[in-house]
């Protein structure tokens, strides 16, 4: 005996019941609505890590120019100047080509700014002057100068930021730095 299985159907099983039906719309728009929010909290949380490490690797920068800047300048107290009131650090580098080469740094209008060229000191004013912009978003920077019997022993620096500060101290005797680079947040406490 064969057997002609196509001429039996069981004719419930053709087709999608109205329960069936039910459970698969529900699940679909579970998942339309969850996914839209998953993926958005992905992307925050990628962005907000992107703009961390962008402002760390910044801030990386930012203290090895400074740090550069300090260890090739002159020790003698007379080549350092600091006018908290205009938020304005001179000094002087030391003599490379027979260049005499000023260094400033100054916060206006929450821009950080880097000035090279000749000041002169008895004017108060750059005679010539060439403007770099480093950093935006600085609330404040300061310097303190440490000078014994007229030659700087060390230069500590820090520059405030809205969410953190960073600072940094250097040696001027022997250009060692003193301690490594210091990110302070302000948020992580």
């Excluded at 000094?91 to 100054?106: F, M």
């Excluded at 310097?143 to 820090?158: E, Q, T």
């Excluded at 520059?159 to 490594?180: C, E, H, M, W, Y």
Aim: charged share 25%; net charge positive.
């Amino acid at each position: 005996m064969i057997c002609n299985c196509s001429l039996i159907t069981n004719k419930n099983q053709i087709g999608f019941t109205l329960i069936s039906f039910i459970v698969y719309v529900t699940i679909f728009i579970l998942l339309v609505t969850i996914t839209p929010r998953f993926v958005l909290d992905t992307y925050a949380r990628l962005n907000s890590l992107y703009n961390k490490s962008i402002q760390a690797a910044s801030h990386v920068t930012l203290h090895s120019l400074i740090m550069r800047d300090i260890t090739e300048a002159r020790s003698e107290a007379e080549y350092w100047i600091s006018d908290a009131n205009k938020n304005l650090y001179i000094w002087k580098l030391s003599k490379k080509n027979d260049k005499d080469t000023d260094i400033g740094w100054t916060v206006q209008s929450g821009l950080l700014r880097r000035i090279t060229g000749l000041y002169d000191r008895n004017k108060r004013s750059w005679k010539k002057k060439k403007s770099d912009l480093v950093a935006v978003n600085v609330e404040n920077i300061e310097f303190l100068f440490h000078a014994v019997r007229s030659r700087m022993k060390s230069v500590s620096f820090k520059i405030v930021f809205p969410s953190d500060q960073l600072t940094g101290t250097i040696a001027l005797r022997n250009r060692i730095i003193i301690n490594k680079l210091k990110i302070n947040d302000y948020h992580d406490s």
